[in-house]
Each structure stands twice: as structure tokens, then as C-alpha cells.
């Protein structure tokens, strides 16, 4: 008897490369087919999946029968309910290139099948109706496509787009020469939304700026290799003002700082804390996709002081551009083996325990030797030192 599921997913490594490697771009920001256009390269990988279909042994074990797109859904989501291997949803797409043309096209209410035959998956989407008899006979849903509103992004944009502009790391000191907060409003210590600050030093034309607290070096866990330095992320200001210099009576010069409104606050700022312009509104299209490349390296710091991280923290990589590491990557992260005795040996020999594979990461952002990432699945706490590889 044919049954019907949601997704599916070719055996082949090869075909798995071919298809991260088309870089269907899944918007995290807008998601819109006319702005990411499929390549003549995608459609032709695509094909070769749907010709084929995918192995049963790909689907996750307790994969459902179908499943209704909803409003929150991500890609991601969807494949984990369905694949062993989440980040490899694209192939998702190969199953039926006649139903979905556009890997963007995938909207709230649609209903997902997976259909089982002769030990292969393909996928069916549409929107089910009313049962009713098909050429054979039998009675089975039928379905339509239709378009429901937003298209699904890859991966939860909540969990990231906050620190889009918010985690920061510098190659160098910078931020020592950056304008600096000088005064507040009425003398108070620590500043709020809505309040005034004072500030001296070069601001540009912009009018939107960050605040940051004096950033920290950040150093390889191994080697105590200097990779950077982290912002600590304060809040956001609007510059009202600019500074001037008034000649007074006597011949003096008075210095008369910048003003700043703050418009939102991490954290409560104060005196000495910098600011840096708000850069361009980043609309990046990520592609989750396992390095084509062997990579490893470790886990330098918990995003926002932590001490531990699990699911949906964020970590510092001590690897960036330089390494080859690039937004979208899926990493595998590791929990270093504890040492322990041997009990039954009459020598009680020392023993090294293997390490543990104790979740998955996605990066979002890279710089030239650090990267970000968002922890997707975590099965222990993860710390600083905890090392990662290719999945």
C-alpha cells in the first residue's frame, strides 16, 4: 500500500554536495521567489533527485504522516520532524520538481506528504480538500497548490536577527578611539531608554549609533592566541546634536559634547561607554550547508558571559573567514571526554573517556578569525573549549 509522508532526501554524499553546493538561497530576512531566482545548475540537480527519489533510510525514524505548515514553522523545523539530518532540507526540493518549482514557495497552510514506493520517498505539497475518488477507484485526499502568504525561511529568524548588528568582534582595539559617552542627563549614573548623553569624538553623519562597553580580548583556548576583540553590546542612540566649540569672553575656548538620545538599552549605559555607526540592515540568504572541507576548532566564549550555553545560545568560533568558515555552515559540536580510573585493573590505570557528540550549530556571522553561531540542538551544556567539527 503506498503511503504518504512529508520529505525526503537522496543516500548519495555526492548528491548531497551537488545540491548544497546549487546554494539555494532561503531568505532570512525577505523571502521572496522573484528576488532569488533558480539557476539552470539548480533545476538540473533537482531533477536527477526527483528522477531517483530518496531512500527510506534517510527519514527519520518517527516521521509523521504529513504535516501542516504553520506560521512559525522554519525549514529546519519541518526537516527535523521528518529527516535524520536537518540541514540537508534542499534535497527536500529534488523530490518533486513538477509541485515545487521554487524552493522559496513553501507557505503556512500547505499540507506536506511524503509518499512511500518500492522502498523510495517522494514529496507531495498542496493544500487538502475534500477525499474523493481517484483513477483507480479509491478513495484518496486531493490536493492543490496555492499560495498562503510568507514563504518559510531556513532557520528561526528570532533567534538570530538580534544579534545580526549586536555581536560584534573587532581585529583590533578600535574601539578605544571611538566617541565615548562624557556626561548624562542631570548627572545620573546610568542611562535609559529615552534618556541624553554627552559625547566627544569624531561622529560621522550617521544618525543611528551603537553603544558598547569596553570590548574584551578574546584568545584561542589552546594556543592563548590573541583572535580579537568582543564589544560587550550596550544599546542604540539617536544623534540630536553636534558638538561645538564656543569662544568666550576671556579667549577661551569652551567645548560643548555632542547630545545622543538613547532609544534602547541591553543594558544601562554610562560614562565611558563608545559608540559605533549602526551599520546597513544585513539581508543575508542563508543556505544551511555542511563544510565541503574537513573543519574543526573550539568554542572560545558563551555569548553574553555565560558560563555554560545550550540550545538557541549563542558561541564565539575560534575560526572566521581565514579558515574557510562561511554563513550557513552546520557544524557538529563535541563535549571533551572526562578522565577516569579503571576500577577493574588491579593497576587502576588512568583512562581518557572519547568525546561526545553533544549538539548542532548553525553560523550566521563571520569575521576574519572568529565566527558566530547559533546553537540549534544541544544534548549537554556546552563551554568554552568545547570543540566542534564538520557534521
Known amino acids: 500500500m503506498t503511503r504518504r509522508h512529508h520529505f525526503a532526501f537522496p ?12 546554494a539555494l538561497c532561503l531568505p532570512v530576512i525577505a523571502a521572496h521567489a522573484a528576488k532569488y531566482p533558480i539557476t539552470e545548475q539548480q533545476k538540473s540537480t533537482a531533477q536527477q533527485v526527483a528522477q531517483a527519489g530518496v531512500p527510506l533510510s534517510e527519514l527519520a525514524p518517527n ?8 506560521k512559525g514553522d522554519t525549514l529546519w523545523d519541518i526537516s527535523a520532524l521528518f529527516l535524520k539530518s536537518p540541514w540537508r532540507w534542499p534535497e527536500l526540493w529534488g523530490m518533486n520538481l513538477e509541485q515545487i518549482r521554487n524552493p522559496h514557495l513553501i507557505y503556512p497552510g500547505q499540507v506536506l506528504f511524503l509518499e512511500k514506493i518500492d522502498g523510495r520517498a517522494r514529496l507531495r505539497v498542496g493544500k487538502e480538500v475534500e477525499s474523493g475518488p481517484d483513477k483507480t477507484g479509491r478513495l484518496s485526499p486531493r490536493v492543490r497548490a496555492s ?14 536577527e538580534p544579534f545580526m ?11 578605544q578611539l571611538a566617541p565615548r559617552i562624557v556626561a548624562t542627563q542631570e548627572g545620573s549614573v546610568l542611562l535609559s531608554r529615552g534618556d541624553l548623553a554627552y559625547a566627544r569624538g569624531e561622529l560621522g553623519p550617521q544618525r543611528e549609533y551603537r553603544i558598547f562597553r569596553e570590548p574584551r580580548p578574546m584568545h584561542d583556548p589552546t594556543t592563548g592566541e590573541l583572535l580579537g576583540f568582543e564589544a560587550s553590546f550596550v544599546g542604540t542612540a539617536d544623534y540630536t546634536r553636534p558638538a561645538e566649540t564656543r569662544s568666550l569672553a576671556d579667549g577661551t575656548a569652551q567645548i560643548v559634547p555632542a547630545t545622543l538620545q538613547v532609544t534602547s538599552v541591553r543594558k544601562e549605559a554610562g560614562v565611558g561607554d563608545r559608540l559605533s555607526p549602526v551599520p546597513p540592515r544585513e539581508f543575508t540568504n542563508y543556505v544551511p550547508h555542511a563544510p565541503a572541507q574537513p573543519l574543526s576548532g573550539q568554542i572560545v566564549s558563551i555569548y553574553g558571559d555565560g558560563l555554560s ?18 554563513p550557513g555552515y552546520v557544524l557538529a559540536l563535541w563535549r571533551a571526554g572526562s578522565a577516569a580510573v579503571d576500577t577493574t585493573d588491579p593497576q587502576r590505570p588512568l583512562m581518557q573517556l572519547p ?11 563571520v569575521f576574519k578569525r572568529m565566527s558566530y553561531a547559533l546553537i540549534v540542538k544541544a544534548t549537554v ?7 566542534f567539527s564538520e557534521p
Not at 516521521?63 to 504553520?70: F, L
Not at 548588528?165 to 574601539?175: K, P, Q
Not at 568525546?355 to 556571522?365: A, K, N, P
Open 165 to 175: 548588528n549586536e555581536a560584534v568582534i573587532f581585529e583590533t582595539d578600535e574601539l
Open 355 to 365: 568525546d561526545e557528540r553533544g549538539g548542532i550549530m548553525f553560523v550566521f556571522r
Open 309 to 326: 550555553a545550550g540550545q538557541s545560545h549563542i558561541v564565539a568560533l575560534n575560526r572566521g573567514a581565514v579558515d574557510g568558515v562561511e
Open 147 to 160: 499560495e498562503f502568504g510568507s514563504a518559510l525561511s531556513s532557520i528561526p529568524l528570532s533567534a538570530i
Open 381 to 387: 551544556p556546552v563551554g568554552r573549549g568545547d570543540r
Open 63 to 70: 516521521a509523521p504522516d504529513s504535516h501542516t505548515v504553520k
Open 11 to 22: 543516500a548519495r554524499r555526492a548528491v548531497l554536495e551537488a545540491v548544497l553546493g546549487a
